[in-house]
């Protein structure tokens, strides 16, 4: 029974790890951006667990320019706001 859910977990590891990797891909090819260099942005607002993560129940679902469009836009969002609040203190 154990190792029947750890197949289940694993799979569903899998999956989210996949679509976090094509989430990526998208958003780099769509803004030119090197795949590496981008992960390292999203990584630094927590965007990766916080968004893709997080959301991955609804936005798995959506279109690859959805997923694109929504993640760049979220990025340019917290990395504003973390810059404004950098300026404040």
């Known amino acids: ?20 990797v094509f989430a990526i891909e ?4 769509k803004t030119g951006i090197p795949a590496p ?3 390292n942005r999203l990584e630094k ?5 916080r968004y893709l993560i997080e959301g ?7 279109s690859r320019e959805y ?3 929504t993640l760049i836009e979220a990025l340019d969002n917290w990395e504003r706001y ?3 609040k ?3 203190s």
Request: no cysteine; aromatic share 10%.
């Open 56 to 62: 991955y129940d609804m936005l798995h679902t959506q």
């Open 1 to 20: 029974m154990q190792q029947e859910a750890t197949h289940i977990f694993r799979a569903i590891d899998d999956k989210l790890m996949e679509f976090v």
């Open 26 to 29: 998208s958003a780099a090819q």
């Open 67 to 69: 997923i694109a469009d």
């Open 45 to 49: 607002v927590d965007l990766i667990t």
């Open 86 to 88: 950098e300026k404040q």
């Open 37 to 39: 260099v981008l992960y």
């Open 82 to 84: 973390y810059k404004e």
